[in-house]
């Protein structure tokens, strides 16, 4: 099916899907919500590998309609969206933590390696955690009222129990690209798993991939390790968190729509991007084609201006 064919396109304004955005237009912190000079939070962390120059884009720039411009940056990922204590005292402060478990994955990465499907790594998980959701609010350019946000906010800020329906997984990346991804949800269009776990949002960068899941559901993809459990662990306690090798998870899995794996977003979910990575191919799991639903949403704004992606099949 080519773009003419549907007229969805045409009501598209090329200034809104032109150019991803890394900073914001206010100056309100995404974590603490206050009017403060905004600083950079790189996503994920320097210590986890982002350091580099990178070449970013959306993950659906190919299906938009308005050319899409790539954005670079001398030194990795990164969004102008936090205030430069909460960049540092709530998600930066526990960095190194996140960046020691990314170094001991790297060492199981390689399929050559005689070990166990299940590899277990003594790390600390409860100081993993809270710089992960950290990062998950501050990749958005967009002020809106997602619950997801105001849950973390509540753990982080208000040093409150994390509400009940956010759940953390992750598992093995062995892939090059960055991918970040907020707010859509998805579903299966066939079989008996067509119910919607909630909403997601996704941090992946090798050897890891991490997803922040908010609703009644679960995220039941084969052989992927839960760290709900360490959400009200210490920062200094050490624990073992078990990664399966194989079978390595696609790539794409779960922000690309393939096969009969519809998924759902709003606005910021059109913004995810990946990296390009001189050491690798961004890998593109099929034809996709994107659907505009309608430009209202529910009130938080999740799916404001809902879009919809699934893959084109194959003739």
């Known amino acids: 099916m080519s773009r003419s064919c549907s007229g969805i396109y045409n009501r598209l304004k090329s200034s809104e899907v032109q150019r991803v955005a890394f900073r914001k237009g206010s100056t309100i912190c995404n974590v603490c919500r206050q009017k403060h000079n905004l600083t950079y939070d790189h996503i994920p962390p320097q210590c986890c590998g982002n350091d ?92 809106d009222a997602i619950a997801t946000d105001e849950k973390i906010r509540d753990y982080l800020v208000r040093n409150r129990a994390l509400d009940s329906a956010v759940k953390v997984y992750c598992w093995l990346y062995p892939y090059r690209p960055i991918v970040v991804s907020r707010d859509f949800t998805f579903l299966e269009v066939e079989g008996e798993s067509g119910k919607s776990p909630g909403i997601v949002s996704v941090i992946k960068f090798f050897p890891l991939a991490f997803c922040v899941l908010d609703g009644a559901g679960e995220v039941n993809a084969e052989r992927i390790t839960t760290l709900r459990e360490f959400t009200t662990m210490d920062v200094d306690a050490r624990a073992d968190i078990a990664l399966w090798r194989t079978p390595v998870i696609q790539p794409g899995w779960p922000e690309r729509a393939m096969g009969n794996h519809l998924v759902l977003g709003g606005r910021t979910y059109v913004d995810s991007v990946t990296t390009v990575a001189p050491c690798g191919a961004v890998v593109t799991p099929g034809k996709q084609i994107q659907a505009e639903a309608w430009d209202g949403g529910d009130k938080a704004g999740v799916f404001n201006g809902l879009h919809a992606f699934v893959e084109i099949p194959k003739a």
Do not use: M
Not at 54 to 64: K, Q, S, T
Not at 70 to 78: A, I, P, T
Not at 116 to 143: E, M, Y
């Open 52 to 143: 580099r120059a990178i070449v970013a884009r959306r993950i659906y720039a190919a299906e938009l309609v308005a050319r899409q411009v790539d954005s670079r940056s001398h030194n990795g990922l990164k969004y102008r969206t936090l205030c430069k204590s909460c960049n540092g005292r709530l998600i930066g402060r526990w960095d190194d933590a996140l960046g020691e478990f990314t170094r001991q994955v790297e060492s199981i990465v390689s399929p050559a390696l005689a070990l166990p499907d299940r590899v277990s790594f003594n790390v600390r998980p409860g100081a993993i955690v809270r710089p992960l959701l950290g990062h998950v609010v501050a990749a958005k350019t967009q002020d």
